[in-house]
């Protein structure tokens, strides 16, 4: 019997600090706005070594023996740096006591888990139906709470194992309702009720407010005068969120009396360990057969789902038997082993014995039916081949999907690919003409900058018709291909609404902002500040009436009171912005629409004000209310009536009401909310009867995860908004939801690698179509007290390091400006402006390893993100620092 020696790679086990993640969906029922976050690996260590080890016995017949032999050597091993999360579950406890007497109670709110904990609260005072959220009084506030401007209160939980804290209520006070969320200050992260703020009510509530806390005992504490006043929450400003239905069925006053409550609420905490997975793998030359050792420190039952290649193709399959103890094939298409227990416990080890000739060996980890673990998103892949001893990690089906995809041709009649052919020489033959014109525009030294960014306006319409014929004729190897984006006619008006290229957007307001009831006033106050800092373009929030206090469920399109102020006050604020050289998007909801009464069948879907549209205006594919349209050309938004954009007088109505807002408030564009839910032709429409300066929509929808973890190849996703632009004829913008989710693992895991595709490009949909792609690290959903995909704490600056220095036009989130972050983004927006830096620039990324990205933009910036080391490149050029933060560097020629 020949013998091998086999050395095992035992790694280290270290515990890393707690970490806390929050899911990008909303949960259901009870639960809080988190979730667990799937596993990855974060790095590897390659050696090639022909050491002697420990001798392990292995057979032909028996794979967990391990045989000894002196002629063979170790010929390749390699360890895998990975993070398994322990997932801590505790509970947020809320309890209403009675003091001395029926004036006097007390709310107490503590957490059971560990971490720096603040509740972020204010008051709801009786009498006032314009803002939900403002400061108690001083006394009722307890010691070490800070005012948050002039709506909330911050107070630290203090104890060991369990904090809390206590607030004192008095009914002198005249306390209709407190509200609060919960803040971890390590992280930022924010825990809420139902996507909400708690809510614990003083007085009479509406039953069917999802936000209440302590239903089960009743309502109305105070007595007398005081209590009588609960009709307040009955105005149509304190209606339901937009999570909620806007039917407002049911919608009931209770007028039990409270006694007191305790409650509890599931809160989860994730903690990340370091563990390691080592593979080695020996040749013995007298058997012919590969022993491959795995060994991983991870503790408890570590199953290995794994195959074999026989080809370069790297395909799965199923080697020859015998397969190792404890092992079960697994649909007929891959092997499961469960690892054995190393003595002690102090992990898991495997023994594998495999037929020479094969190609690789190809595995994931998997600890239970939702954590599994893999290598920087991909399959782990050992070649087992001794020519191809070399880095492993292969997506196996990206390959696949291209190679299946690509050889498809939509067939057409000759006389339609000649009409095609036709019309595209032509459109080439004005391409290159304009081109010419630019050429000697600049040949000429007139630096007439604005000649020539119309000619390259002009140029932009055209590709994006010679687009939609490729689009039309070439299926899209993604899953999703918009069908109707037909070939629009040659003499067709287009209206780029991209604006001059050079745009630095400013999100105006976060999740928070109606609660002060005078939003439009306070950005009045800093127009000029925005202005001075850089900003071209300022977003404003929804400004209908809405039955949620954000504005996103839009009921009276032409009534302009909201909780940010009032139709005045609105149009005075857009004046002043106009006044500083700043241009105003309005944001406005087309997608849904809340109804103001019933059908004869008690259905919410008649509406009110001056569009008082009926059934039809309703999608019929909409279970919930009963719409007599046609059926949804997008997604549906199951919590309102979902518009029917395909009927004459809806988009009549839309394109009225959108020529008002520009006429009337002097609104310059648009941001265009949730346009999954409706063709992006219809878009188009809109947006060339308006004619706006700027316009970008909101096509938000997961990216590609492979066992709980991001694809390095996010294509069809960008593909998906690229498609949607082009729906739009380019006549509008999308935000470039790519390329956040790519700096979401870049920056957070240390995975710097991502930021570069398989051609060398930026991989977002900037590295496509620049100019229609508009960046950004946060948004009032993602960020803000909501926190549904919050950009990785404390690395906020290198996010905006790459969007400020990279084309395409760059949005940045109004809590960040006002933060510590405003001199180092001023900063960056600085550069921008004075390297003249556009939506256009040209990148060439010149690093991109695991742990540090970098690239010189336009030939005049150098930047680079990550811990690692860079320095831009020497000879002619001579580079100065212009930048330098948390992981970040800028350097500008000199």
Not at 208 to 226: A, F, H, M, Q, R
Not at 757 to 769: A, E, H, I, L, T
Request: charged content about 25%; aromatic content about 10%; overall charge negative.
């Amino acid at each position: 019997m020949s013998t091998v020696t086999l050395e095992p790679l035992v790694g280290h086990y270290l515990r890393r600090s707690p970490k806390l993640f929050q899911n990008s969906k909303r949960n259901p029922h009870f639960s809080l706005n988190y979730s667990r976050r799937r596993n990855f690996i974060s790095n590897a260590t390659l050696r090639f070594s022909g050491r002697r080890a420990l001798p392990l016995r292995a057979s032909a017949t028996d794979a967990a023996v391990i045989e000894t032999s002196e002629q063979s050597d170790v010929v390749f091993t390699e360890t895998f740096s990975l993070k398994r999360p322990e997932r801590a579950e505790g509970k947020i406890a809320i309890r209403l006591d009675k003091g001395k007497d029926e004036e006097n109670w007390h709310l107490s709110v503590g957490c059971s888990l560990p971490g720096k904990w603040i509740l972020h609260w204010g008051v709801h005072y009786t009498g006032d139906a314009g803002s939900e959220w403002d400061q108690p009084p001083p006394e009722m506030r307890p010691s070490g709470s800070i005012a948050i401007k002039d709506y909330a209160i911050e107070t630290p939980l203090k104890g060991e194992t369990f904090q809390e804290m206590k607030i004192d209520i008095s009914s002198r006070w005249s306390i209709a309702a407190i509200n609060f969320v919960l803040k971890d200050e390590e992280t930022g992260v924010w825990y809420q009720h139902k996507g909400r703020d708690f809510k614990i009510p003083l007085i009479d509530y509406l039953e069917d407010d999802p936000n209440v806390v302590g239903l089960k005992k009743g309502s109305s504490i105070w007595t007398g005068t005081l209590g009588q006043l609960s009709n307040i929450l009955l105005k149509p400003e304190a209606a339901p969120s937009k999570e909620e239905s806007s039917s407002n069925e049911g919608s009931s006053v209770k007028k039990r009396r409270l006694e007191g409550f305790y409650e509890e609420h599931a809160i989860v905490k994730e903690t990340l360990f370091d563990s390691t997975v080592s593979v080695s793998v020996k040749q013995c030359p007298e058997t012919a057969k590969n022993i491959l050792y795995i060994d991983t420190d991870l503790p408890g039952n570590v199953i290995l789902h794994w195959g074999v290649c026989n080809d370069d193709a790297k395909r799965w399959e199923l080697p020859a038997m015998p397969y190792p103890a404890e092992t079960v094939v697994f649909k007929n298409k891959a092997l499961r082993t469960l690892l054995q227990r190393k003595e002690g416990g102090s992990g898991s080890s495997g023994l594998f014995t495999l037929d020479g000739g094969l190609s690789g060996f190809v595995f994931v980890v998997k600890l239970d039916e939702n954590t599994w673990l893999n290598c920087k998103g991909n399959d782990f892949y050992i070649p087992l081949s001794s020519s191809k001893h070399q880095s492993s990690a292969i997506h196996l089906e990206e390959r696949k999907q291209n190679e299946s995809t690509s050889s498809q041709i939509v067939d057409s009649s000759p006389e339609e690919n000649q009409t095609v052919s036709v019309y595209t020489d032509e459109i080439i033959k004005e391409i290159r003409n304009l081109v010419s014109d630019i050429s000697s525009e600049k040949s000429r030294k007139t630096k007439s900058k604005e000649t020539q960014e119309t000619i390259l306006q002009e140029i932009e319409k055209l590709a994006a018709e010679a687009y939609s014929i490729f689009r039309s004729s070439i299926p899209t190897i993604t899953e999703i291909v918009v069908s109707e984006a037909v070939v629009s006619p040659p003499d067709m008006k287009v209206s780029s609404g991209t604006g001059t290229g050079f745009e630095i957007l400013c999100q105006g307001f976060n999740w928070e902002s109606h609660k002060s009831g005078r939003w439009y006033k306070e950005l009045h106050e800093k127009a000029a500040e925005l202005s001075s800092l850089g900003f071209s373009v300022i977003w404003l929030p929804p400004p209908t009436d809405s039955v949620s206090p954000e504005g996103y469920m839009p009921r009276d399109l032409y009534n302009l009171n909201s909780r940010y102020g009032s139709f005045d006050e609105l149009k005075v604020t857009v004046k002043k912005f106009h006044e500083v050289g700043i241009k105003v998007l309005g944001d406005v909801v087309l997608n849904h629409r809340c109804a103001s009464h019933r059908n004869q069948n008690g259905v919410w879907n008649i509406f009110g004000g001056r569009l008082n549209w009926d059934e039809r205006a309703v999608v019929a594919d909409d279970p919930h209310f009963q719409g007599r349209g046609n059926k949804s050309s997008g997604d549906n938004f199951h919590a309102a009536p979902n518009i029917d954009h395909s009927q004459d007088f809806v988009r009549k109505d839309i394109k009225e009401w959108l020529l008002w807002l520009r006429e009337e408030i002097g609104y310059d564009g648009w941001r265009l909310d949730f346009v999954r839910g409706f063709w992006g032709g219809y878009v188009k429409d809109y947006l060339e009867a308006t004619e706006p300066y700027f316009a970008v929509g909101e096509y938000w929808d997961s990216l590609i995860y492979t066992y709980g973890e991001m694809d390095h190849n996010q294509d069809a996703h960008r593909q998906r908004i690229v498609d949607w632009i082009n729906a739009t004829n380019g006549t509008a913008g999308a935000f470039d939801v790519t390329t956040k989710g790519i700096l979401h693992s870049a920056i957070g895991k240390c995975e710097y690698w991502r930021l570069s595709d398989q051609n060398g490009k930026p991989p977002g949909v900037v590295g496509w179509w620049p100019s229609r792609a508009v960046t950004f690290i946060e948004n009032h959903d993602t960020g803000s007290t909501q926190g549904h995909w919050r950009f990785p704490g404390g690395k906020e600056m290198q996010g905006y390091a790459y969007i400020l220095t990279h084309p395409g036009t760059p949005s940045v989130f109004f809590d960040h400006i006002f933060s510590g972050y405003r001199s180092e983004i001023g900063n960056l927006i600085s550069l921008r402006k004075r390297n003249k830096i556009n939506c256009r620039s040209m990148v060439e990324i010149t690093k991109a390893e695991r742990d540090v990205y970098a690239a010189v933009v336009d030939d005049k910036l150098a930047v680079k993100i990550g811990p690692g080391h860079y320095e831009p490149p020497s000879g002619h050029q001579r580079w100065k620092m212009a930048a330098e933060g948390n992981d970040y560097k800028v350097w500008e020629l000199s």
